[in-house]
């Protein structure tokens, strides 16, 4: 597996595609930005992933990664675009991944390896081979329920299953799933993971791949849910919920995960609705815990709202909030699904706020935010008359909060 092609130069393509690189392979990352491949081809990273941009720089310099709007022939190829929602039902859209299994059909020969990354419903791997094999009827391709068969292309689902902040790391020291559509296409999967991951290569099939990374999701996500759903029981009942926590954390079987502003990123915040949207009967637990954390952000803002109202009776006629937070993890700059920008964007439209946004880890808005002011911590600390702590970044951390102000802390911080 001397040559692999990287659809996708996102939060996990690109890592991947380095990773490569670094360990030998020619990597041809593919993007359809142009900013992003022209960036990576001068030797630098167009998202904030620590450690990377050392990698991508080496790689680039020795010849061993490219960026290019267009794929090439080679022996793998790595798919990992987004794949969203499309509707108001969380129906997944596969659209990027068909018009990447248009675009690589062409390129395809007998023996070729195929891998899918995106995370993506059950049955997704089966609906790409589908398409490729549409474009491709002088080529075989493999069946799900004909494992043992021998097909001209091999075809996996191996999902990541990386932390933001630690992906370099974790890219090499976690255990895999590789799950084949047939017995050879897994272990044909398993040398090309083989070139960088020292994690255990846990061989399934490719359903159960898929269903794993859903559950992984599905799994946390219940259990923040019942931390959101915990401290939103000890507000009302005037109960500090960061205490009751550690206290009842003294149990030897008890591990409560920490309350926040909601649930964020392109997976927690996305995974468990893919099982949702093929089981609606079935996914009970799973539907109420994403009800859970998908409402958090309106209580937040209630609580925003509330001292509000109690500023406007002392006579402050627009009361000025600074948002703390607008990634949807700590020390990271990924804004995606994130509930501090849900947040952000609902007190912007509400003429009677003054608004001041904090995030250390980007330097312009996205577009939904465009009307707001992008400031310094230090000065919306002076200028806010309410400050929202809504994502725990190290430098808020570390800073001394003003106890004279209204402070309302969603991640404990304070």
């Known amino acids: 597996m001397k040559n692999i092609c990287v659809f996708g130069l996102g939060y996990i393509g690109l890592p991947t595609a380095a990773m490569f690189a670094h360990h030998g392979a020619n990597v041809i990352g593919v993007d359809v930005n ?15 992933e620590p450690g990377l941009e050392a990698i991508v720089k080496q790689a680039v310099d020795n010849g061993k990664l490219k960026a290019s709007l267009t794929p090439v022939h080679s022996d793998a190829y790595l798919i990992a675009v987004p794949t969203p929602f499309k509707g108001n039902d969380h129906e997944p859209d596969l659209s990027y991944i068909h018009a990447v299994s248009k675009a690589l059909a062409p390129l395809l020969e007998k023996g070729d390896v195929v891998i899918l990354e995106s995370t993506s419903p059950v049955g997704a791997t089966e609906k790409m081979v589908e398409w490729l094999a549409e474009e491709r009827s002088d080529l075989t391709f493999p069946k799900y329920h004909e494992p043992e068969n021998e097909a001209d292309i091999f075809v996996a689902y191996c999902p990541e299953r990386v932390l933001p902040g630690k992906v370099v790391e974790e890219l090499i020291s976690n255990d895999r799933i590789i799950g084949g559509m047939t017995k050879e296409s897994t272990k044909k999967a398993q040398e090309v993971y083989r070139i960088f991951v020292e994690g255990e290569l846990l061989e399934t099939n490719s359903r159960t791949a898929e ?13 923040i849910a019942f931390a959101n759903e915990l401290s939103i029981i000890s507000d009302k009942l005037d109960i500090n919920v960061w205490e009751l926590i550690e206290l009842a954390n003294h149990h030897p079987r008890v591990n409560i995960l920490q309350p926040g502003a909601g649930v964020g990123g392109h997976c927690i915040a996305v995974d468990p609705w893919f099982i949702v949207n093929q089981n609606p009967n079935e996914a009970k637990i799973i539907r109420a815990a994403r009800e859970i954390n998908d409402s958090k952000p309106d209580w937040v803002i209630g609580k925003i709202k509330a001292e509000v109202d109690k500023l406007k009776e002392i006579g402050i006629d627009k009361p000025t909030v600074a948002l703390l937070g607008l990634a949807f993890k700590p020390d990271i700059d990924d804004l995606r699904e994130s509930p501090a920008v849900n947040i952000a964007e609902k007190l ?9 946004l904090v995030e250390p880890n980007i330097t312009t808005l996205p577009s939904k935010l465009e009307s707001g002011d992008l400031v310094e911590l230090s000065e919306a600390l002076e200028k806010a008359d309410i400050i929202t702590i809504l994502v725990g970044h190290a430098q808020f951390k570390h800073t001394s909060f003003n106890i004279d102000k209204v402070i309302i802390d969603a991640v404990g911080i304070v």
């Open 348 to 356: 912007l439209n509400n003429s009677a706020l003054g608004v001041l």
């Open 34 to 48: 142009q900013h992003a491949v022209d960036t990576i081809n001068q030797g630098k990273i167009h998202i904030v």
């Open 211 to 223: 269903m794993a990374k859903l559950t992984e999701n599905a799994s946390r996500d219940v259990s």
